[in-house]
């Protein structure tokens, strides 16, 4: 991706806004609390911070609309989390315990390991 380094925080809500958007159309920031299981509270503090930075837009009844910066950080690291989980899945890790242990994983791995990893991964994994 080649840009500013986000937060491991804001790349989780970012993540969740795009995932909740998918399921339900919308995604408000009470949405976004039971998503993540944070308080109101935190979720506020974030939403303000990230409308800031240019990552997200509060519109019409509070819907949190990601911009296209936004949106990129979220499918960038969406993808690296399914294709970590689907890696340890394959070796034979839980999917709970995979799903939580790629959520970390996603944010500490560099971009040109996940590209190696993607490249080596296109015809081994289903």
């Known amino acids: 991706m080649n840009e ?3 937060s491991e925080s804001q790349e989780d809500y970012l993540e969740a806004i ?3 958007n998918q399921q339900k ?3 408000r920031s009470v949405d976004l609390a039971e998503q993540l299981g944070y308080s109101k509270a935190s979720v506020s503090v974030a939403v303000s911070k990230m409308k800031a930075e240019g990552l997200i837009m509060v519109g019409h009844a509070g819907l949190l609309i990601l911009t ?4 990129k950080i979220a499918r960038y690291t969406l993808k690296k989390h399914e294709l970590i989980k689907k890696l340890l899945c394959n070796i034979g ?3 709970q315990q995979a799903d939580i ?3 970390k994983i996603e944010h500490i791995i560099s971009e040109e390991t996940f590209r190696k990893l993607t490249d080596a991964t296109k015809s081994h994994i289903s």
Do not use: R
């Open 93 to 95: 890790v839980k999917e």
């Open 68 to 71: 296209s910066e936004g949106e």
């Open 25 to 27: 159309g919308y995604c």
């Open 4 to 6: 500013k380094q986000h």
């Open 101 to 103: 242990e790629a959520c």
């Open 18 to 20: 795009y995932i909740v």
